[in-house]
Structure formats: C-alpha cells, structure tokens
C-alpha cells in the first residue's frame, strides 16, 4: 500500500476523522504543559526581563507561518503533477491558518518590541518579511475566493504559490539587504555558541511540538470539511444530471 | 488530412457531458453537429480545437490543424476591416489576398473601422477570418447567428467551393441549413451517464 | 509574435485605446506628492527617486487588467491561443507591448518630472538607468498576474492584490540603486540584482503566464 492510496478522499476521511481528537487533545496538552512551564518556572532573563517569556508564542508561531507555506507549495506541486484533490484542498485549506499564525507572530512580536526596542514596529528585515509573506497569504486565499471551478482554482492558485514561492524567497533577500535590523538571529540553531540555554529551551520546544500537532490537526479539520462541500457539490449535480 | 475521433469522452466544468463519442470526417466532407441546448456541441468543438483536454479517448488530428470559431469574432473596433483581417494572416503566418473581401462581399467596406459594422457584416468580418488562415479543418460553432439569407447562402457557397472544394474539412454546429450535402451527428445519443465514474467530481462520489 | 505585437500596441495608440493614460496618472501622483509633504526641496531631493520608482509602479498597474480582458471580453483570446503562436509567446508579447506602452514612456518622463522634486545632478542618470532596468520586470511580472486573473468578475481589484507582493524585491533592489546612486553610495549590488531579477522574470515568467492561460481558457 502506498502513501498515494490516502489521496482517495474516502480513504483520507476515513483515517484522518478519527485522529483529529487525539491530535488536538495532543496539541492541547503540549500547549498546556509548554506554556505553564515556560510562564510560570523559568526564571526572568537578565537583559529581557519577564518580557521574554512572549517567545513561547511567538517563535513557534513564526515557524509554523513559513512552514504553512512550504506545505502548501509541496502540496500544490503534487495537486499540479499527480491531480490529487485532496492535495489541492489541504493547500486550500492550510491558508488561512498559515495566516493567522502569521498575524499571531507579527502580533506578539509588536508586543515584545514594545518594551525591548521601545517601538510597536520598526521595519526590520524578519517583521518586514513576515508582513510580505502575510500579503502573500492574502493574495493567495483571495484567488482561490475569487474563482467558481474548484479545478480551475486550484491550478491557478498551484501556480500562484510556486511563483509566490520564489518572489517571497527575493524578498527576504531584498529586504535583508534595505535594511540590516533590529532583530536578534536565530537561538535555535543546533550547532550556534549563543544557543539559549536548557532552562528556556525544553519547554519551548515542547510548545514548538504544540503547535505543529495544534496546525495539524486545523489543517486536516479543515481539509475534511473542504471534502464534504466537494461531495456535497458532487452529489447535487449527479442529482440534476439524473432529473434533466 | 482527415479528423478521427474515437471513444471520446468530454467534460464541462469538471462534469461529464459526452461519452463514447466516435466518428470520422474526410477530406471535402463535412459533419453537422445536432442536440439540444447543452448537448455538448460548443464544449466539443472547443475540445477539438485543442482549448480544453479530453477525459478519455483519441483525437486523430494536430491541433495545429484545426481553426475554431466560436460566437465572439474576437473583432477590434478600431482596426479596420483590412487590419482585422491582416492581423489574423500575419499571426497564422498567411499571406493575405483580398480575393477573401470578394468571398465574404467586404470589399465595400474594407477601410471602415470595425466598430462601426452592423451585428451581421461583423460576423461576415469574423468568417473571413477563417478565409484568410487557411486551416484545413474548421470547427464552427453556430456561424450563421445574425446573418441574412443571402449572407448564409454566401456561406455555404465559399465553403463548398472554396474550403470542402479544396480538401478541407468541416465540423458545424448549426440549426440552421447550410444546404451542403453533409452527415448529422446527434450528440443526445452519446450523453454520458448520470452515474458516469470520469470528471473531477467522480473522484468525491 | 510580432505580428500580436504590433497589433497591441496599434491598438492602444487608437483613439480608446489608453495610451498616455498611465504617464499622466505619473504626472499627477508626482505634482500630488509636494503639496502631501510639503515644498521643502531638501526633503523632495531626498525622497524623490523613491517616489518615482513608486509612482511608475503604481502607473504601470493602472493599465495591467486591460492586457488579456479585452481579448478575453470580445473572444480574440481562444482564436490567438488556436493559432500557432504558443500562449508563453503570446504572454510574452502582451508583456513587451506593455513594456512599450507604459515602462518606455515612464522611464523617459522620470527625468523630467525628478525636476518638479529637485532631483540633484547625478541622480537623473541613476532615476533613468534604474527605471530603465526595472520596468521590464514589472511588466512581465504584471503580465503574470493579468494572465491569472483573467476572466474574473472584479479581476482588476484582485490583480493588484495578487501582483503587488510580487513587485516587492523590483521595487527594493530598483528604488535602493536609485537612492544609493543619487547619493554617491556604491550601487554595483543592487543594479545587479535588479538586472537579475528583470532578466530571471523575462526568461521564466512566460512561462508560467502561458500555463495560467491554458487553465483560464479550458
């Protein structure tokens, strides 16, 4: 059996149904666990103060935004080669959630600049960055609003998100190279001196696992419910084509 | 240069409309396409002419072969009528004779602006098209809305003599008679199945 | 391809067909900016390459959603896309055409226009020579975004939703070589990526424009 037999969309409703339960009882109790313990027994950080604490929210978040959109770019590269529905459907469905976590990322980045570089926004080259790739989400889901024939949607959009793809990658570049910023590098890297230490960095991975179970399982609830209204739509015009 | 069809099956918006379609046209014939409204006939032709795929089956003849028309004349009404017509030999990469302006009766009007033609000297403008790329297989879907009978019987003389005469070829939707001496396709008899497994919809059902 | 060429761009010089329109909504975002930021010519100076880079982009949008709809609306475009001319080289020629039509004429307003914002000597040449290498970009990058939204009620709106992001790393790596230009900075950097970014869209971006083509006209 093949990972392709899931893209029967009985097939992918019959197992993934099932497991949307677990997978959000899974995301809530990492979050639980991840966001008590970062808050509430880590202690305050000497230059960021309790401020600090907003990292819990705000890398995973910003992770899951860019994630978001490579999963949709893959998926609409296996909508465009293999024509599977369900594939082009789970991109559809991923948007808006890769959306919000954008939002959430800028959101709680705002508030921690607030007190560390004492601005709500300051064009620095990852907000910069983030604002474009929320654009982009924009464009993305409005397309796919825009059009009637779900078919014809879901090339268009395919190809929206390839060529997305490669302009939001140039304008990471572009915007790096406008304005060298405020924001610190990455703390997560493996191999980095600076790493953050243990204390901060296990319940932040914990909420890291929390919100990619947490995007899952939205994303699939969200798939399932983009497979009703096809069938649903399906089933209404085999019901015509019997009458006329 | 002849056009086979075999075991044609053609979708409209993701539903199936026609299925196990098959036929032959030879050089110099012709084929009248017949049905009801939402038959399939605009839907096959467009099929033909290589603008949407196929679901299944076999087209035997290039696309590049081919020339559609459809409703729209895709006229510019502030070209002339020469310049719509050279435009449309340059694309195709014709040379243009003004022999076609004496096939469709636009001699007359040769230097007026498209946009101020009547409905019916504009679709005698959009047929001359056809005159002036010289496909051998026409795909012509209703050709004759907003023409007179003259116009008509104009028609159908240039494409007896001037284009089935020569070795082309013709597919038609039409209701009204072109008086040539041509087969007639009923498309209801091929009008897929209701419980039809192809199109995108199969895939949810 | 020329002969799709030639027509467009004999279209859009009739009477009807646009042209000058999008030079002088140019002229008029330019004359607009003083009176919103004051006539201080120090200021002026300073922002004004960014505010021609800005104005021209804006300029060559206005005119993007015409580029397939009036083929589209009058049914030309299945008849050209039944043609042999394949549907990149027709994307490719409706993009040239506009290039033509908006970029050309924009890139040598600029120049007198960076007047009305007391441009300094040097940074008419770089204005010009940034404009010059970018608009192509943006043409064919718009050409792109018309080609997808083809067909749709509303396209226009959407299309400059859709097409803006896009325009986002021309207009840095475009209006940054103008300002470092003018300013006496070292631009080598960004006029490359620039001339990249105009020639990576010109080679690759009809493609995808041809693609969206085919699926809009299925």
Redesign the interface.
């Known amino acids: 059996m093949s990972i392709w037999d899931y893209a029967n969309p009985k097939k992918f409703m019959d197992t993934t149904t099932p497991a949307i339960p677990w997978i959000f009882g899974g995301a809530a109790l990492c979050l639980v666990l991840g966001l008590v313990w970062g808050f509430f027994l880590t202690p305050e950080a000497d230059k960021f103060g309790s401020s600090v604490k907003i990292i819990y929210v705000h890398v995973p978040s910003a992770m899951m935004a860019i994630n978001a959109w490579v999963m949709m770019l893959v998926t609409s590269l296996v909508w465009l080669i293999r024509r599977h529905h369900v594939s082009a459907l789970a991109a559809k469905a991923a948007a808006p959630v890769g959306l919000t976590m954008t939002l959430i990322a800028l959101w709680t980045g705002a508030v921690w600049g607030q007190p560390m570089w004492g601005t709500w926004w300051a064009w620095d080259p990852r907000l910069t960055s983030f604002l474009?790739l929320g654009?982009?989400y924009?464009?993305y889901i409005?397309?796919w609003e825009?059009?009637a024939d779900p078919d014809?949607a879901a090339?268009?959009t395919s190809?929206?998100c390839?060529?997305?793809s490669v302009?939001a990658i140039?304008?990471r570049?572009?915007?790096n190279?406008?304005n060298q910023g405020l924001h610190q590098g990455a703390t997560l890297s493996l191999d980095a001196e600076e790493n953050i230490s243990d204390v901060y960095w296990l319940p932040l991975l914990v909420c890291i696992v929390g919100f990619i179970l947490l995007f899952l399982a939205l994303v699939l609830m969200r798939t399932g419910t983009e497979i009703r209204v096809r069938r649903l739509r399906a089933l209404e015009r085999q019901a015509q084509r019997a009458v006329a | 240069m002849s056009l086979r069809v075999e075991g044609l099956s053609i979708a409209r918006g993701g539903v199936p409309v026609l299925e196990g379609l098959s036929f032959a046209v030879e050089p110099g014939q012709a084929l009248i396409l017949r049905g009801p409204n939402g038959a399939g006939k605009t839907t096959l032709l467009?099929v033909l002419?290589?603008?949407?795929?196929p679901l299944s089956g076999r087209i035997d003849a290039t696309?590049?072969s081919?020339?559609?028309?459809?409703?729209?004349?895709?006229?510019?009404a502030?070209?002339s009528v020469t310049?719509n017509l050279r435009?449309?030999a340059?694309?195709?990469?014709r040379s243009f004779g003004a022999e076609v302006l004496d096939d469709f009766d636009l001699r007359a009007l040769r230097d007026r602006p498209a946009g101020t033609l009547s409905a019916g000297q504009s679709r005698r403008l959009g047929l001359a098209?056809l005159g002036v790329?010289g496909r051998p297989v026409l795909l012509l879907d209703e050709p004759t809305v907003s023409l007179d009978a003259a116009s008509v019987a104009r028609f159908a003389a240039w494409l007896r003599e001037r284009h089935l005469g020569q070795g082309g070829l013709a597919v038609i939707a039409t209701h009204v008679p072109l008086g040539l001496d041509a087969p007639e396709l009923d498309l209801g008899r091929f009008r897929a199945s209701p419980r039809s497994t192809q199109g995108s919809d199969a895939a949810f059902l | 391809m020329?002969?799709?060429l030639?027509?467009d761009l004999?279209?859009s010089i009739?009477?009807?067909?646009g042209f000058g329109l999008s030079l002088a909504f140019f002229l008029i975002v330019v004359v607009l900016v003083p009176f919103a930021v004051g006539p201080e010519s120090e200021i002026l100076a300073r922002i004004g390459p960014g505010i021609l880079w800005v104005a021209a982009l804006l300029a060559t949008l206005l005119s993007l959603d015409r580029q397939f709809a009036l083929?589209h609306e009058?049914?030309?475009?299945?008849?050209?896309?039944?043609?042999?001319?394949p549907l990149e080289a027709v994307a490719l020629a409706k993009a040239v055409a506009h290039w033509l039509t908006t970029g050309l004429p924009l890139t040598l307003a600029a120049a007198p226009l960076g007047v009305l914002l007391n441009l300094e000597g040097t940074a008419y040449g770089w204005l010009v020579l940034t404009l010059a290498l970018g608009t192509p970009a943006l043409s064919v990058?718009g050409t792109?975004g018309a080609a997808?939204?083809v067909g749709?009620r509303?396209?226009g709106l959407?299309l400059s939703?859709?097409v803006?992001?896009?325009y986002?790393?021309t207009l840095?790596?475009g209006a940054?070589a103008a300002r470092r230009g003018a300013e006496g900075m070292d631009a080598t950097?960004?006029l490359l990526?620039l001339a990249g970014?105009t020639a990576g869209s010109l080679a690759l971006?009809p493609f995808?424009a041809g693609?969206?083509l085919r699926?809009?006209?299925?």
Do not use: C
Request: hydrophobic share 55%; aromatic share 10%.
């Open positions: 474009i654009l982009f924009l464009g409005a397309l825009a059009i014809q090339d268009l190809v929206l390839l060529v997305g302009f140039l304008s570049y572009a915007v190279f406008w | 467009r002419a290589g603008l949407a795929p696309p590049e081919a020339a559609y028309a459809s409703h729209a004349d895709g006229i510019k502030t070209l310049e435009f449309w340059d694309l195709y990469g098209r790329i | 020329t002969a799709l030639h027509r004999r279209l009739r009477a009807g067909g083929d009058d049914g030309a475009l299945p008849l050209i896309a039944t043609s042999p001319l990058i792109f997808l939204t749709l509303r396209g959407l939703l859709l803006l992001p896009l986002v790393p840095i790596f940054e950097t960004p990526m970014i971006l995808a693609a969206v699926i809009n006209l299925r």
